[in-house]
Nanobody
Framework: QVQLVESGGGLVQAGGSLRLSCAAS????????MGWFRQAPGKEREFVAAIMWPGSVTHYSDSVKSRFTISRDNGKNTVYLEMNSLKPEDTAVYYC?????????????????WGQGTQVTVSS
């Protein structure tokens, strides 16, 4: 089992920035993919970004590309999501997820472990 704990969410004005963190513990190992998803009120959960092992390859959804940056610190088993130029439509609960095996994926079903989520609210 892998446990994931997100932090860093909050309320920010449009155009502002936030940095989310997700610490993994438990049966972590090298090679796994770490990703971020989000779910806005009344909408389905959607892919935001993912980062491969050891961290040189990243993947973003079109809606956040050039504004968000995903990174990871493998020594700390932690993944980060730096969010800049935030928009009201970025308001959502953000979830960290781990895909223990396999390559790049934006499919929710490919991720086996999930955090509890952290709320990000962007005011206009």
């Amino acid at each position: 089992q892998v446990q994931l704990v997100e932090s860093g969410g909050g309320l920010v004005q449009a155009g502002g920035s936030l940095r989310l963190s997700c610490a993994a513990s438990g049966r972590t190992s090298s090679g796994y993919v770490m990703g971020w998803f989000r779910q806005a009120p009344g909408k389905e959960r959607e892919f935001v970004a993912a980062i491969m092992w050891p961290g040189s390859v990243t993947h973003y959804s079109d809606s956040v590309k050039s504004r968000f940056t995903i990174s990871r610190d493998n020594g700390k088993n932690t993944v980060y999501l730096e969010m800049n130029s935030l928009k009201p439509e970025d308001t959502a609960v953000y979830y960290c997820a781990v895909r223990p095996w396999g390559g790049r994926s934006s499919a929710e079903a490919d991720y086996d472990y999930w955090g509890q989520g952290t709320q990000v609210t962007v005011s206009s």
